[in-house]
């Protein structure tokens, strides 16, 4: 919770620059956390295994996300004393009621992928040398 100067309990307002819940829009609908969020939502996961079931993501990109996404709440990570040391990352509470919103988005993706294909093919055979008004 936020309060303001006088104990108030401040109500975010993510279209207001100086909001921190711009902050946290930025971090949620960034795409990695979209698919590191999805990649956790079965359990705990080693940083190896994350990184195969995200393709493409590197690892200081992986690093810099989870790194993220714990400082924000959303995920734990969990260091296993054995030798080697076994380190697991896993979503919080927080980070387990994501789920069902980013859920949303991947499915949205996935429906409307054929149409976003459609438009974008027709956007780029345009011409677009002239001007617009």
Avoid: N
């Avoid at 930025?26 to 079931?53: C, E, H, K, N, Y």
């Avoid at 991947?106 to 459609?118: G, N, T």
Wanted: aromatic share 4%.
């Amino acid at each position: 919770m936020v309060t303001g100067q006088d104990g108030s309990v401040l109500r975010g307002s993510p279209y207001r620059a100086d909001c921190p819940t711009r902050r946290i829009l930025d971090r949620i609908g960034d795409r990695w956390t979209v698919l590191i969020v999805g990649a956790l939502g079965d359990g705990s996961v080693r940083f190896s295994d994350l990184r195969r079931r995200v393709e493409g993501v590197s690892q200081k990109m992986l690093t810099q996300t989870l790194r993220a996404l714990e400082r924000d709440g959303l995920v734990q990570r969990t260091v296993h004393p054995e030798v080697p040391v076994r380190v697991e990352y896993s979503l919080t509470e927080a980070g387990r009621t994501l789920r069902e919103p980013l859920r949303a988005l991947e499915e949205w993706s996935i429906v409307h992928l054929a149409h976003v294909s459609a438009s974008q093919q027709a956007h780029d055979r345009t011409d677009r040398s002239q001007p617009v008004p």
